[in-house]
T-cell receptor, first 113, second 108 residues
Framework: EAGVAQSPRYKIIEKRQSVAFWCNPI?????LYWYQQILGQGPKLLIQ????????DSQLPKDRFSAERLKGVDSTLKIQPAKLEDSAVYLC???????????FGPGTRLTVL | KNEVEQSPQNLTAQEGEFITINCSYS?????LHWLQQHPGGGIVSLFM?????KKHGRLIATINIQEKHSSLHITASHPRDSAVYIC??????????WGAGTKLIIKP
């Protein structure tokens, strides 16, 4: 069974530029999560989707971050414009439903210069 | 006080030793996760449990719901087990509350 796929694995941009991350969850998983993990800290949930609907985006900085899961499968997370403090690993996870075990992708390491 | 506390924060052991990492929590939970994170980022889910004990290879996880405590054990530890081990609980809203992690180093 294929795991959660993410791309790119690494991205370096300058502040005020835009960046987008892509996630393909495990086939059949209805729930998809985006986390931000700053070095030395635990992951922080940015947004949770159930199919193509948003369940929780309370910690998403909506002035610069956006995410979508249009067909209830793949998802993209965008930052526009990026700030230095956005440097982090962005993790995507999926689960069969909101109660289930979460499986994580390899993450995208973003460096903002 | 954090809702999920792990101990120890750091653990260094020799290859072959029996390892125990502890997790205590203070909230009502629907399930508890143990996860592994290697340098470079990727997180691997090891166990999700809500009662009793689970075993996978050299890894064993136990949970005591009454005492709000879980342990992760590694038998016959190996240098490749070196990683950060994270305890996370699903609260009553099914949101994950993360522990700070235990950094484990196994020396050959």
């Amino acid at each position: 069974e294929a795991g959660v796929a993410q791309s790119p694995r690494y991205k370096i941009i300058e502040k005020r530029q835009s960046v987008a991350f892509w996630c393909n969850p495990i086939s059949g998983h209805a729930t998809l999560y985006w986390y931000q993990q700053i070095l030395g800290q635990g992951p922080k949930l940015l947004i949770q989707f159930q199919n193509n609907g948003v369940v929780d985006d309370s910690q998403l900085p909506k002035d610069r971050f956006s995410a979508e899961r249009l067909k209830g499968v793949d998802s993209t997370l965008k930052i526009q414009p990026a700030k230095l403090e956005d440097s982090a690993v962005y993790l995507c996870a999926s689960s069969w439903d909101y109660r289930g075990e979460q499986f994580f992708g390899p993450g995208t390491r973003l460096t903002v210069l | 006080k954090n809702e999920v506390e792990q101990s120890p924060q750091n653990l260094t052991a020799q290859e072959g030793e029996f390892i125990t990492i502890n997790c205590s929590y203070s909230v009502g939970i629907s399930a508890l996760h143990w996860l592994q994170q290697h340098p470079g980022g990727g997180i691997v889910s090891l166990f999700m449990l809500s009662s009793g004990k689970k075993k996978h290879g050299r890894l064993i996880a136990t949970i005591n719901i009454q005492e709000k405590h879980s342990s992760l054990h590694i038998t016959a530890s190996h240098p490749r087990d070196s990683a950060v081990y994270i305890c996370a609980v699903k609260d009553s809203n099914y949101q994950l509350i993360w522990g700070a992690g235990t950094k484990l180093i196994i020396k050959p």
